[in-house]
Each structure stands twice: as C-alpha cells, then as structure tokens.
C-alpha cells in the first residue's frame, strides 16, 4: 500500500512539473474549452484488452502523455472516448489512472480486462463489479496471512479490507438495460492467482472474480469523486491451470466481449449525459 501511496504521489508531482504550453496542449487535444456531452475514460491493463476497441474505429487520435502514457480519443456516437493503457498491477493502474484523470477530467470512468473467474464461472462471460475489495494487503501471522483493509497499519484489532461499492446510478442504469450481466464481487492482489487453493480461499471470503488492477481503479476514481464502472471477462478459473487457460483464451474473450461493452459505454454516457441537462 505504500508504493501505491508513492505511486499516486508521483503522479500528481509529474504534473506539477510540467509547463503549462505541454498541458494546454493536453486541454486542446481533450476538448475542455469545448465539450457539452459525456466524456468518458475507458481504461485498460493489456494491450490484447484493448486491441479489439481499437480496431472497432472508435479511436480517432492519439497524444503522448509525460512521461510515458498514450492518451487515445475518439467518439462513441456524441461523447468524447478516451481510451488508455494502465500496465498490469496496482502501482502501475494507481500511477496511470491519475495521470490520465489529471489529463482528461472524464464524467465517468469504466475499466476493462480479463479476470479469474472462482465458483466455476463460465469463461468468456463478461461480469460487472458490484464491489471490489484489496486482497493481498495485510499481516503475516504466526497462523498465516490476515487481511487488513489498505492503509491501516496492519498491528492490533484486525479491521478487515472494505468492500468498495458500485456507484448506484450506473449499477442501476446497466442493470435496467443489460438485465443478463450479472453483479459480482472481485478481489485484487499483486498476483496472478494460478492456484486452486488460493482460489478456494478467496471464493469462501466472498470473491467471485480476481485480478491485478480493479480495486485501484475504482479507489481512486472515488477520491476524484469520478463515478467508475468495472467490466470483467472471465479468461480462466483462478485455478492449477489457469496460466494455460488465460494464455489460450485472452485475445478471443476479450475480442467477443468488445461489442456489449460499447453499447455498455454509450448507455453508460448516454445517462450521463441525461442528468446534465
């Protein structure tokens, strides 16, 4: 937690940093002077996530970012489409997304990826967070690893990790349009969970999903007071095969699961959109 904490410290002295000609450049190419309807940033870990929404012609332009992120822009029917790669793990989604939040100032950010599914969940099936939650910060006790909620020194009463919750409007918002994606809980840990025990464990404390990145995501676009909306496909079982499933599976579940998550993102900023007016 404390590298993430330094993570988000950086990030904020990047900007600070730089002139103000680089980042009235950043302004034009994001449309600040300009925009009326919904902009929305729509993040991703992998490039293998991204590569099918790049190529669905969304995507118009692309600006560097210092030191070094890519900002992509587009439009989705009337809303303005950022679209940027956060690396894999917690540091590096705390880093990015406050770069990139920094740089746009977006109505609404949704982030996208592949996920281990617990509980036998199909793969392929694509998933929204009803509530994320830290898996992996905590103490190592005589009687194991004891989860602790992120940024408590983890010494004395346990106070166990709190589960972020969705923002209620957008839950309900694709809820009453995509009555078929289900509302699960996911955890995040700096770890590929490539194991059937750990798996086991996780799914008895409540996770039905698991990856690297969620948790921040949506932690930190809270902070920004930012409403945020997690999408997850199922790429393998978080189980003793899962480094063989995840390898087989990535590229085409996440190729599949690009045309629902667009029309996610229009009726996501659509709603948005709506309340403005």
């Not at 590096?92 to 770069?99: L, S």
Request: glycine content about 6%; overall charge negative; aromatic content about 8%.
């Amino acid at each position: 937690m404390f590298k993430l904490f330094f993570a988000v410290i950086c990030a904020f002295f990047m900007v600070s940093i730089q002139s103000p000609d680089a980042w009235a450049v950043i302004d034009t190419f994001a449309g600040h002077s300009t925009r009326k309807n919904s902009s929305i940033l729509f993040l991703t870990p992998m490039s293998q996530e991204v590569e099918p929404l790049l190529k669905a012609h969304v995507v118009e332009k692309s600006h560097p970012l210092y030191p070094d992120l890519v900002i992509y822009k587009g439009k989705l029917d009337k809303h303005t489409l950022f679209v940027g790669m956060l690396g894999m793990g917690k540091v590096n989604a705390a880093y990015a997304i406050t770069q990139y939040i920094l740089a746009t100032r977006p109505d609404v950010i949704i982030l996208f990826g592949s996920a281990g599914g617990l509980h036998s969940l199909k793969r392929g099936v694509l998933f929204a967070a009803a509530q994320t939650w830290t898996s992996d910060y905590g103490a190592q006790e005589p009687s194991g690893f004891v989860r602790w909620e992120p940024g408590i020194l983890p010494v004395g009463q346990i106070q166990p990790p709190v589960k972020k919750l969705v923002d209620a409007n957008i839950r309900n918002t694709v809820s009453s349009g995509y009555p078929e994606v289900e509302w699960v809980t996911i955890a995040t840990g700096d770890s590929f969970v490539n194991s059937t025990l750990l798996s086991q464990q996780l799914a008895r404390e409540g996770a039905d999903l698991v990856d690297m990145e969620s948790a921040v995501v949506a932690d930190i676009a809270s902070r920004f007071n930012i409403p945020s909306l997690v999408l997850r496909v199922v790429s393998d079982g978080a189980d003793d095969s899962a480094n063989k499933s995840f390898t087989e599976s990535l590229d085409q579940v996440c190729e599949n699961a690009t045309p629902e998550i667009l029309s996610i993102i229009r009726t996501v900023a659509d709603a948005i959109a709506a309340r403005k007016l």
